[in-house]
């Protein structure tokens, strides 16, 4: 059992329980000592989660310029440092926040005053879109999602078939790999990993329209746990209604 796990656990005891351990710690200065060092030893690995390192290992992969992520809001949801004690969502603005576990965020830097005038930490609903490298470099580069017929910097127009922006509730839709492309990442020490991009997203409430699962998800039973098959996927012609940001990244272990 880890240290994590059982803190948690200790947590979740009575408070008659909560009593013997105190006191049971509080026999002898040296487990008192023992148990400080446990403690530190909690903290450390959570700083230092070794999930979180190999996701920010594939990111500097990337070569993308560091002055996109804001680390203040870099978070991983892996099973250690978000306990399964934890909800699996959250009600933000009446709409459900799912939470993404397995998954960790890197932050990246959004217009500060749009969100403050728009108050869309509070207001506006937590969403994901699954995107392969290229185009979630291209939509942080641009600040913002790009439409069909819209011109690249480079001056490429975007062509795509479908003139809307979709995005999902819940990330266990949006990593699916018709939207999350899998990339092959060998880390430096010789690991091999399927790695996946989501952009975590707020979305302005009113602005979009709610449809149900398309393409092969169709045929799953049931892919999320908090939100409906029928209620799954969000698509909106209103750029400025979807602000990027985080970059979610999720590391499945392959044999090589
Ligand atoms: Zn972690």
């Known amino acids: ?31 008192t000592s023992i148990n400080k060092n446990q403690e530190l030893t909690i903290q450390y690995d959570r700083r230092h989660c070794p999930y979180q390192l190999l996701c920010k290992e594939f990111i500097s992969s990337l ?24 909800s699996d969502a959250y009600l933000i603005a009446n709409s459900p926040y799912v939470i993404p576990r397995g998954w960790v965020r890197f932050g990246i830097h959004v217009d500060n005053v749009k969100a403050q005038v728009e108050d869309i930490w509070k207001k506006w609903h937590n969403t994901y879109h699954g995107t392969d490298i290229h185009s979630a470099l291209s939509i942080i ?10 011109t690249f910097e480079n001056g490429d127009q975007l062509n795509c078939r479908c003139p809307y922006l979709y995005t999902s509730p ?3 839709y949006s990593a699916r790999n018709a939207y999350a492309k899998p990339n092959r990442f060998v880390t430096s020490n010789g690991e091999c990993f399927i790695a996946k991009i989501v952009l975590q997203c707020k979305q302005k409430p009113g602005t979009y329209n709610i449809q149900g699962a398309t ?5 799953e039973k049931k892919i ?27 590391l499945t ?3 090589t």
């Open 1 to 31: 059992m880890n240290f994590e796990r059982r803190k948690y656990e200790n947590k979740s005891r009575n408070k008659n329980n909560n009593c013997n351990i105190r006191s049971n710690l509080e026999r002898s200065s040296s487990q």
């Open 63 to 86: 070569s993308w310029p560091e002055i996109y992520f804001n680390n203040l809001y870099d978070r991983c949801y892996c099973f250690r440092c978000y306990s399964e004690n934890k």
């Open 141 to 150: 580069k641009h600040g913002q999602f790009l439409l069909k017929g819209d």
């Open 170 to 172: 819940t990330i266990k």
């Open 215 to 219: 393409g092969n998800a169709r045929r």
């Open 224 to 250: 999320c746990n908090i939100i409906s098959n029928d209620k799954i996927e969000y698509y909106t012609d209103i750029r400025a209604s979807v602000i990027p940001y985080g970059v979610m990244v999720q």
């Open 253 to 255: 272990a392959v044999d």
